[in-house]
């Protein structure tokens, strides 16, 4: 199997990629544990590969995926994405994004990471 469960059911896996995916896209930086952070790497390097293409189609594509979510200026992660992101690495073939170790949580000693775009 060429993903990780982390422990959840497929539904819930898909939605948590989602929601993290549309997170790093607007905010550029979050922390998560470290196998969510891998696992992250994957589907938003995808992302932005589709987005380079500029169509419509991969509008569409990557707006079915992410979720709905507007900033405080009014853009949603569609928008940021194909304006601001994929404009960025027009020029790179690949690896968008950071994944850099930080320590452990201090709940359960999970290992930490620091996803970023670069």
Known sequence: MWNRRLGRTADHRVALLRNMATDLILKGKIETTEMKAKELRSVVDHLITIAKKGDLAARRQCASYLRNVTTKDG?????????????????????????????????????MATIELV
Do not use: M, S
């Open 75 to 111: 853009k949603n992660a569609v928008q940021v994405l194909f304006d601001e992101v994929a404009p960025k690495y027009k020029d790179r073939n690949g690896g968008y994004t950071r994944v850099i170790k930080t320590g452990v949580r201090r709940g359960d000693a999970a290992p």
